[in-house]
């Protein structure tokens, strides 16, 4: 899979990999976007999906990181705590941002941003 991101030489390449830092495999991508909203929204929304038991969710969420290390070394975050509309127009922006011929990544460095401030529980 590296191989065939790396023939890429431009655009956007969206990797959704749950356990991204958990499996050491951040060296996939250039910049590193968390997709954040409180657990209790997070385990609400997979339990109305219907396809796991809460004994599942549990088991998912304990095989993770805590969300709040992941936010730390994120390049970028969305918050998903609100309604889709909200989680759209963030993606559309970010989408833009990284899109612009002034956003390739500099291949000496990665580039880190000022995460904002967000809720400890």
Do not use: H
């Not at 109305?48 to 994120?74: M, V």
């Not at 833009?96 to 990665?110: Q, V």
């Amino acid at each position: 899979m590296e191989a065939l991101i790396r023939r890429i030489p431009r655009g956007v390449i969206v990797l959704d990999i749950p356990l991204l830092f958990e499996v050491k495999m951040t060296g996939l991508a250039d910049r590193i976007c968390v997709v954040w909203s409180p657990e209790k929204t997070r385990k609400m929304r997979l339990l109305k999906a219907g396809r796991f038991s809460p004994e599942d969710i549990r088991g998912r969420l304990r095989a993770q990181w805590p969300l709040l290390k992941k936010l730390r070394l994120a390049d970028f975050v969305i918050d998903n705590s609100g309604g889709v509309s909200s989680t759209l127009a963030q993606t559309r922006k970010l989408y833009a941002r990284l899109n612009a011929p002034e956003a390739a990544p500099d291949p000496s460095r990665r580039r880190f941003y000022r995460i904002p401030s967000w809720p400890t529980s």
